[in-house]
């Protein structure tokens, strides 16, 4: 099964690659188990300061697996569900900066995945789209949160009901892509960008990351939350550090301690 999800390092940088490329990724329910077996031990791993999503075969992902669904399955549906929702959480409101790297297709559960990302780097040619509705069917694994987040509410609404493709260049315009590949590969783009975060304080990374994946609904609820998480962060090794470096004109060297 694990081979259905590869995970190579370029030094602190983790890469998970969705490895089902006849199927352009699409999410088996062995693949959305690997995915969380590959994603879960990274949570934890002090030696993994980012991570970058991507697929196989010129393929980010083209969502659920039509083959698998069954009308007359509920008690199957909601488990494959409840099995995607697990590696959203963990992309979206984990502790480690996350980065889609998206070549071709990102369409449906495909699109949500690389929307849980903090950051959506993709090539010139990939395509996004989120045909539920084509389907019979309502946005899932987070769309219904993240995409209005990204592109307002009443585009929002018409990606989600009329289930329109719409390709890299229209997808920076209204905020689904963060960053369109140039010379380089969208992979070594993507890697580029997770060093940066990785190069930020860990502890900071993940308890603002936990923070917005909570959904910061009002003035009140946010000042709580940096009450809880800032009384945290001024005593740990990394905010000592900063202030250091700053008064030696050097740049930090950050410990995630």
Request: charged share 20%.
């Amino acid at each position: 099964m694990t081979s259905l999800v590869k995970t190579t390092r370029e030094g602190e940088i983790a890469i998970v690659t969705l490895n089902l490329p006849e199927k352009r990724n699409a999410l088996s329910v062995d693949l959305r188990h690997a995915l969380i077996e590959a994603l879960e031990p990274l949570q934890i791993d002090p030696t993994c300061r980012a991570i970058v999503v991507t697929g196989a075969g010129g393929t980010f992902c083209a969502g659920g697996d039509i083959s698998a669904m069954r009308s007359d399955d509920i008690a199957g549906s909601r488990y494959r569900l409840i099995l995607a929702q697990r590696s959203v959480r963990m992309l979206a409101a984990g502790t480690k900066p996350t980065i889609a790297a998206v070549e071709g297709f990102a369409l449906g559960g495909g699109m949500a995945l690389a929307l849980a990302c903090d950051r959506v780097v993709a090539s010139p040619t990939a395509k996004f789209g989120a045909s539920y509705s084509k389907v019979g069917l309502m946005a899932d694994m987070g769309l219904l949160w993240t995409l209005p987040r990204r592109v307002g509410s009443g585009k929002a609404a018409e990606i989600l009901m009329l289930g329109d493709t719409f390709d890299a260049s229209e997808a920076a315009a209204i905020g689904v892509v963060d960053k369109i590949a140039g010379e380089q590969s969208v992979l070594d783009t993507a890697v580029e960008e997770a060093k940066r975060f990785a190069a930020a304080p860990p502890l900071a990374i993940a308890l603002t990351k936990n923070a917005l994946g909570r959904g910061v609904g009002d003035l009140e609820v946010a000042l709580a939350m940096e009450l809880d998480g800032q009384a945290i962060l001024y005593r740990s090794s990394d905010h000592a550090e900063a202030r250091a470096a700053f008064g030696e004109k050097r740049a930090p060297v950050f410990s995630g301690t």
